[in-house]
């Protein structure tokens, strides 16, 4: 499982730099072979590993594609990845389309999701996580089944 949250350089060819903590692992899973892609909510990218991604493919593939919303997420998600391997420098190469659409600057967080990474501009991510704190703190009560959440 990936956590944490890591700032990392791009350098001037878009290239990230994956942090030494997940190179053994992402080896080890999908032999450096990850799939980005958009998300559809956040303004990130999201980083799989191939064997995660293929998951999800599998799942979609047995929707219908006659359905509407269907056929959107399909043109998004799937339209818009992009096959990445790991370098013998442990670089990523992101591509300037999907770095264009995030809004990614040089300064990015690489945010360990469970089964995957999301790429996020600095700046976007820094606001974002005030503004979820602003909003936590200043609720009264949490739903139930947040508040049964082991923390």
């Given at each position: 499982m990936f956590r944490g949250s890591s700032a990392i350089n791009l350098d001037a060819?878009?290239?990230?730099?994956?942090?030494?903590?997940?190179?053994?692992?992402?080896?080890?899973?999908?032999?450096?072979?990850?799939?980005?892609?958009?998300?559809l909510v956040d303004p990130c990218l999201c980083i799989y590993p191939l064997t995660e991604w293929e998951r999800i493919e599998a799942l979609l593939s047995k929707k219908s594609s006659l359905h509407p919303e269907m056929r959107r997420l399909n043109r998004l998600l799937i339209g818009s990845?992009?096959?990445?391997?790991?370098?013998?420098?442990?670089?990523?190469?992101?591509?300037?389309?999907?770095?264009?659409?995030a809004g990614l600057t040089k300064q990015v967080m690489l945010v360990g999701q469970l089964n995957k990474f999301q790429l996020w501009d600095e700046a976007q991510w820094n606001e974002l996580i005030r503004a979820d704190l602003k909003d936590i703190q200043s609720c009264d009560a949490l739903s139930e089944e947040l508040m049964n959440l082991v923390l």
């Open positions: 060819k878009g290239r990230l730099a994956m942090p030494s903590r997940y190179r053994e692992e992402l080896d080890e899973r999908c032999e450096g072979q990850l799939v980005i892609t958009i998300d990845a992009v096959d990445l391997e790991l370098d013998s420098s442990g670089r990523l190469l992101i591509p300037i389309r999907l770095r264009e659409q």
